[in-house]
């Protein structure tokens, strides 16, 4: 870009204090050639050209299509499969059930529960029946149609609520109680008493679908004994180990391979039962099979973030200090157990300070499928709640609602030991984001606007996160190699899942050993060829990967010294790495890496990264704030988003072009769970009534707000890792639907206590404003 | 497509005409099934029927380039251009209209080609993200989406990308509001949408300087 400096310095390193651990660590990057720059994707082209191969787009010589057959009840028992029909058909290669010999291996639910692949029970629509192998999706559509499936219909229960009662069907012979956990720290109930004002709600979040926009499943061929599977998934390693697991195979015979990948969202951290179908069908006919999940099938079986309901209750000094928050949160994991109440309680117990916290959760089954993780799970719900507590409790206390946060900063993770946070960031996104919006005025001007006549009334509203992860960590290996003219490759297990971590890593390399990204050969996300990377999640892989490449680069730079030293004659501690030369420091002498006699005899020299443990003393932690500004037109109940502001503190920034898009994302993200989204179970039969993208609705183009700004807190987190740099995925999408809801607050004078904030919900409450 | 009131002419250009969808459809099937006079007299005025799994010749215009493919009537214009011809970028989203993923150009206006019979297509001009490539070069609209990062995963991309250049051809200098119902057909579920916007506005400077 032409506007940008050479150099970036505007990234103040951060409690600059060394590491604590033994060993001695590398100094940080003073100053910063690539990173921090705005920089187009290293595969834009690939992505742009429509040339990126995504596993849906494999086509194998003499490959067939699988699907499976859904079972279409939320609870039925399986009185008779007869499949004869859709075996004749012309077209048809295999079909299997749990009739086939050897077609039905246990397939794991949880850790706790295992089943079948095809079970008996059905628990939740969708769940598989049958699969089958055909010369095209269409024939293998006519093929499941004609499988005939006898049900015995059972009793359901699909409100996470209503499974509590006494007379509940029961999901489970041991009832419908997933799980319970609590917390406690000081005493809530002296901390009440302390209090000046006491408020209590409830909340309601409703069930929230990932739904990426390319399906799940995957293609997979057999070489004799050797499985390759070509999987949409955010870690190759995870599949291998699942299928492997499943199959009963050594993992050095499941290669999995899923470079390109479209979107995921957390419901592509584990694999499904179509890949285990696929590779079933695929060894019965000796060709490869592609199974991919219909769009139906994808929002009834391949995840949700899960329903919850919260009741809290905060308590707190005229001054606005916190003295007690309690909080109780029900969630539903499904039909088996998925971390229906995952994190739930995080938000309240860890994101401000305060010494008196009781939480409970209760983690209810249900007859739908299972919960996958979804982009900050718990945080995003947790934070609906918590947000427009604190906002309410502004209120009362007639406080600003950032003056009232900026009250009861805490200084490390209460919920962690209260180990210290690494950055102040949770203060800095507070007040630069209040600043960049311009907090007080749009408060004062939307308050102004609303004395006016019109149906139109504008408001304003914030919020704030955390996240606890983030940090990133080990297990991950990476791999850089030059080339004998000084190229480089990269190869890292990681999967780039969108966010753009083949860019970024990139420029770590580049700006380590001073090569162009977009010269910089990258292999990743294939088993059998990449090194090991834990899945692309939880806002990990920056934190995890870019310190382990950085690693890497410098074993090879340490190697490419000791090269130029033998072959300069000098030591090595005289030399200065310079770019595509190694020279001595007072310039005078010095060799082109090209020109390294030993690379060129040598023809590939490697570094190994490996990720090294973080400092066990302290919390590395991002933080997040978002503001926005809100029309609601009081007579329709729609809501227009006219601007939202997202300050993020994730330590170094890498690339300002996708922490840009990663800011937009979220925010997008975060404007369908708090106003477009919800999943709908019927309540006569159970079943899924918006099982596609007309009626689950997805924010569109026209849905979001016109304006989205990113303003980064840009710093260096010195002790979280060797490049400064924590997660951003998730805290981006955490604090949205809350600062919407407390923007529409400010607007109308209505809470909004359940998710969507739609038109519907809109004029139902303001209806009920005016009877009261 | 087609079903707009448009008059005989079009009608039969786009092959949606009663005899050219009865054709395809399997009229000997029909007869069978009809019986009557009219159903014979259908079949006799038609050709023998197709059942699935059979295919008939269907000649599409796809880049510029003539390709025959023996299509089933119920194949989708996606269904061929992903799976027979190898043309991937057009993505399968929802094979149902909702998402756009598998946006193409047809006569230079963007559609949904999974909503789209590939034997509706024959006859027209079909582009795909793969023909808006100036030889190796990304073209304008390519171009623009990766410099401004129009997008996350990238599945999505190239349906968005034919609905930019779509609405390029048709208003080659759209307003922020036009760009946003311009785009408005095609979901984004990694949220790029401000930077979409971006993209496509930055499409439109370069076309016009």
């Known amino acids: 870009m032409a506007d940008e400096p050479d150099t970036i310095e505007g990234q103040p390193r951060y409690h600059g204090a060394p590491e604590a651990g033994a060993e001695a660590q590398p100094e940080g990057w003073a100053h910063t050639r690539v990173i921090g720059k705005r920089r187009p994707r290293v595969d834009a082209y690939e992505r742009a050209s429509g040339s990126a191969v995504y596993p849906s787009d494999v086509v194998l010589p003499g490959m067939v299509h699988g699907a499976i057959l859904g079972c279409p009840y939320p609870n039925a028992r399986i009185r008779s499969i007869d499949t004869s029909e859709a075996e004749a058909m012309a077209g048809v290669y295999a079909v299997i059930s749990a009739n086939t010999p050897d077609a039905n291996p246990d397939w794991p639910y949880s850790e706790e529960e295992t089943g079948k692949l095809f079970p008996a029970h059905c628990r939740f629509e969708g769940e598989a029946v049958a699969a089958v192998a055909a010369s095209s999706p269409y024939v293998?559509?006519?093929?499941?149609?004609?499988?005939?499936?006898?049900y015995e219909e059972l009793p359901f229960v699909s409100d996470e609520l209503a499974a509590l009662e006494a007379d509940a069907p029961a999901v489970h012979a041991d009832g419908n109680k997933a799980g319970t956990s609590s917390y406690v720290r000081g005493n809530v109930d002296i901390g009440l008493d302390e209090a000046a004002v006491v408020l209590e709600e409830t909340y309601r979040t409703a069930s929230e679908m990932q739904t990426p926009l390319e399906p799940h499943g995957c293609v997979v061929r057999w070489d004799g004994d050797r499985l390759t599977v070509w999987e949409s998934t955010q870690g190759v390693y995870a599949v291998q180990s699942e299928v492997a697991e499943v199959l009963d195979l050594p993992l050095s015979r499941v290669r999995v391979i899923g470079d390109y990948m479209g979107g995921g969202f957390g419901s592509k951290l584990q694999t499904g039962k179509y890949a285990i179908a696929a590779a079933l069908l695929a060894r019965r006919i000796n060709r490869p099979v592609?199974?991919?999940?219909?769009?139906?099938?994808?929002?009834?079986?391949?995840?949700?973030?899960?329903?919850?309901?919260?009741?809290?209750?905060?308590?707190?000094?005229?001054?606005?200090?916190?003295?007690?928050?309690?909080?109780?949160?029900?969630?539903?994991?499904?039909?088996?157990?998925?971390?229906?109440?995952?994190?739930l309680d995080w938000l309240a117990k860890d994101l401000y300070r305060c010494d008196n916290v009781r939480t409970e959760l209760t983690d209810v089954y249900i007859h739908a499928q299972q919960a996958r993780p979804f982009r900050a799970p718990g945080y995003v719900q947790c934070s609906w709640a918590m947000e427009q507590a604190m906002d309410a409790l502004a209120e009362r206390l007639d406080m600003d609602p950032v003056a009232l946060r900026l009250k009861n900063i805490p200084a490390g993770s209460q919920a962690r030991d209260d180990k210290p946070y690494t950055t102040d960031g949770l203060r800095l996104c507070l007040e630069k984001g209040a600043e960049a919006f311009g907090w007080e005025r749009a408060r004062a001007e939307a308050a102004a606007q609303r004395q006016g006549e019109g149906h139109l009334k504008r408001g304003v509203g914030m919020a704030a996160a955390n996240w606890f992860v983030g940090d990133g960590g080990p297990p991950s290996t990476v791999m850089v190699r030059m080339f004998a003219d000084a190229t480089v490759n990269l190869n890292m297990g990681a999967s780039d899942i969108g966010t753009g971590t083949k860019t970024a890593m990139a420029m770590v390399v580049a700006e380590e050993l001073g090569v162009d990204p977009d010269a910089i050969q990258i292999e990743h996300a294939d088993t059998a060829t990449t090194q090991f990377a834990t899945p692309s999640g939880g806002s990990k892989t920056v934190p995890t990967e870019a310190p382990t490449v950085r690693r890497a680069c410098l074993e090879l730079k340490d190697r490419l010294m000791e090269m130029a030293a033998g072959q300069l004659g000098v030591e090595r501690e005289q030399l200065v790495f310079a770019g595509d030369r190694i020279r001595t420091a007072d310039g005078n002498d010095g060799v082109r890496l090209r020109d390294l006699e030993s690379l060129r005899t040598q023809k590939v020299v490697m570094g190994i990264g490996q990720r090294q443990h973080n400092p066990p003393d302290v919390s590395i932690t991002p933080f997040a704030a978002q503001f926005c500004e809100v029309e609601v037109n009081t007579l329709t109940g729609e809501l227009r988003l006219i601007r939202l502001l997202g300050t993020n503190e994730s330590g170094r920034v890498i690339n300002r072009l996708t922490w840009d898009g990663q800011v937009v994302g979220g925010v997008t993200m975060g404007v369908g769970f708090g106003t477009t989204e919800q999943r709908v179970l019927d309540g006569p039969t159970g079943k899924l009534c918006n099982k596609n993208w007309h009626d689950y609705k997805l924010p569109t183009a026209l849905d979001v707000p016109a304006e989205v700004i990113s303003e980064p807190i840009t710093l260096t987190d010195e002790q979280a890792n060797i490049v400064g740099a924590k997660g951003l995925g998730e805290p981006v999408t955490i604090p949205t639907a809350g600062a919407i809801a407390n923007a529409v607050y400010d607007a109308i004078g209505v809470r909004l206590h359940n998710t969507p904030v739609n038109p519907v919900t809109v004029v139902d409450r303001l209806d009920n404003r005016t009877e009261t | 497509m087609g079903a707009d009131g448009s008059d005989d002419r079009t009608r039969e250009r786009w092959g949606l005409t009663r005899r050219g969808f009865m054709k395809f459809w399997g009229a000997g099937s029909?007869?069978?099934?009809?019986?009557?006079?009219?159903?014979?007299?259908?079949?006799?005025?038609?050709?023998?029927?197709?059942?699935?799994?059979?295919?008939?010749?269907?000649?599409?215009?796809?880049?510029?380039?003539?390709?025959?493919?023996?299509?089933?009537?119920?194949?989708?214009?996606?269904?061929?251009?992903?799976?027979?011809?190898?043309?991937?970028?057009?993505?399968m989203g929802c094979e149902r209209g909702e998402c756009g993923s598998c946006t193409v150009l047809i006569d230079n206006a963007p559609r949904y080609a999974c909503l789209t019979l590939a034997m509706e297509a024959e006859g027209h001009g079909i582009e795909t993200a793969e023909g808006l490539m100036e030889g190796e070069q990304l073209g304008q609209v390519q171009q623009s989406f990766a410099k401004e990062d129009g997008l996350q995963c990238g599945y999505c991309t190239p349906g968005q990308i034919m609905a930019a250049e779509g609405l390029l051809r048709k208003n080659p200098d759209p307003s922020?509001?036009?760009?946003?119902?311009?785009?408005?057909?095609?979901?984004?579920?990694?949220?790029?949408?401000?930077?979409?916007f971006n993209a496509v506005a930055d499409a439109a400077k370069h076309r016009k300087g």
């Open chain 2, 30 to 91: 029909m007869a069978v099934a009809v019986g009557g006079a009219a159903g014979q007299a259908v079949a006799r005025e038609e050709e023998p029927g197709v059942a699935p799994g059979e295919g008939l010749p269907v000649t599409l215009d796809i880049n510029g380039r003539q390709h025959t493919v023996l299509a089933e009537a119920r194949w989708t214009l996606l269904y061929v251009l992903r799976e027979e011809l190898g043309l991937t970028a057009a993505k």
């Open chain 1, 290 to 343: 592609k199974c991919f999940m219909t769009r139906e099938q994808t929002l009834l079986t391949m995840g949700n973030r899960p329903p919850s309901t919260m009741t809290l209750k905060l308590g707190a000094r005229r001054d606005g200090t916190l003295t007690a928050i309690e909080f109780k949160g029900i969630g539903a994991s499904g039909a088996y157990s998925a971390g229906g109440t995952s994190l």
């Open chain 2, 176 to 196: 922020f509001d036009e760009i946003r119902l311009g785009m408005s057909g095609n979901l984004c579920r990694c949220g790029a949408y401000a930077h979409i």
């Open chain 1, 140 to 150: 293998a559509a006519d093929a499941l149609r004609a499988i005939q499936v006898e």
